[in-house]
């Protein structure tokens, strides 16, 4: 099987992020797409174990809706700093049968040489694009293992912008799944 790992600190997880995530399924040979929800830094700002198993909780909301999504809290079992590559080569071992793609903004590609074994995660996993705004991919130019998802919707909602709106007593129910949504007023997060 074929898995996209779509990977981020989901805080929170929003309609945007699910649209990708079941758009990949839908339109691509991606066969199922794992949002892998990272550990929040324990040195950011407003750092809280609860907040870590909330936004997993969040995650799993959201792929309960889509077709061909789940979530997985297997970052929060993995050494810390976490690193992309570790995560990739723990699915590997763990699951020798499957094949895995790491999915990024085009916002993410243009730093992609920063991250650790960069190469590595191109030669041996494969990474997949999707486009943001004000970072225009030149497809013929990626490397072999690379795909940009150019017809992939540009989605232009951030969680910043949800958590500031929700701070200030805004609604945002057209940004957030239903039960998401619910979720963070019956749990007073982000407030």
Same mark, same amino acid.
């Given at each position: 099987?074929?898995?996209?790992?779509?990977?981020?600190?989901?805080?929170?997880?929003?309609?945007?992020?699910?649209?990708?995530?079941?758009?990949?399924t839908?339109?691509?040979?991606?066969?199922?797409?794992?949002?892998?929800?990272?550990?929040?830094?324990?040195?950011k700002?407003?750092?809280?174990k =609860?907040?870590?198993?909330?936004?997993?909780?969040?995650?799993?909301?959201?792929?309960?809706?889509?077709?061909?999504?789940?979530?997985?809290?297997?970052?929060?079992?993995?050494?810390?700093?976490?690193?992309?590559?570790?995560?990739?080569?723990?699915l590997?071992e763990?699951?020798?049968?499957?094949?895995?793609?790491?999915?990024?903004?085009?916002?993410?590609?243009?730093?992609?040489? #920063?991250? #650790?074994?960069?190469?590595?995660?191109?030669?041996?996993?494969?990474?997949?694009?999707?486009?943001?705004?004000?970072?225009?991919?030149?497809?013929?130019?990626?490397?072999?293992?690379?795909?940009?998802?150019?017809?992939?919707?540009?989605?232009?909602?951030?969680?910043?912008?949800?958590?500031?709106?929700? #701070?200030e007593?805004?609604? =945002?129910?057209?940004?957030?799944?239903?039960?998401v949504?619910?979720?963070?007023?019956?749990?007073?997060?982000?407030?």
């Amino acid at each position: 099987m074929r898995i996209g790992i779509f990977g981020g600190s989901f805080n929170p997880i929003h309609t945007g992020h699910a649209m990708l995530a079941n758009w990949i399924t839908q339109f691509t040979d991606i066969d199922r797409v794992w949002l892998m929800v990272s550990p929040q830094n324990p040195l950011k700002e407003g750092y809280s174990k =609860m907040l870590d198993m909330a936004r997993l909780r969040m995650a799993e909301m959201v792929s309960a809706h889509c077709t061909n999504v789940i979530t997985s809290g297997l970052e929060f079992t993995l050494p810390r700093p976490s690193y992309t590559i570790n995560t990739l080569d723990a699915l590997r071992e763990k699951f020798p049968g499957d094949t895995f793609n790491i999915i990024i903004g085009a916002d993410n590609w243009a730093i992609f040489n #920063k991250w #650790k074994d960069a190469s590595r995660i191109v030669s041996e996993y494969g990474v997949i694009i999707y486009p943001r705004r004000g970072f225009d991919i030149d497809a013929s130019t990626l490397p072999e293992n690379v795909t940009y998802l150019e017809n992939a919707p540009m989605i232009e909602i951030s969680s910043t912008m949800i958590r500031a709106g929700i #701070k200030e007593n805004k609604n =945002m129910a057209f940004f957030l799944p239903p039960d998401v949504y619910d979720f963070i007023l019956s749990n007073s997060l982000y407030k």
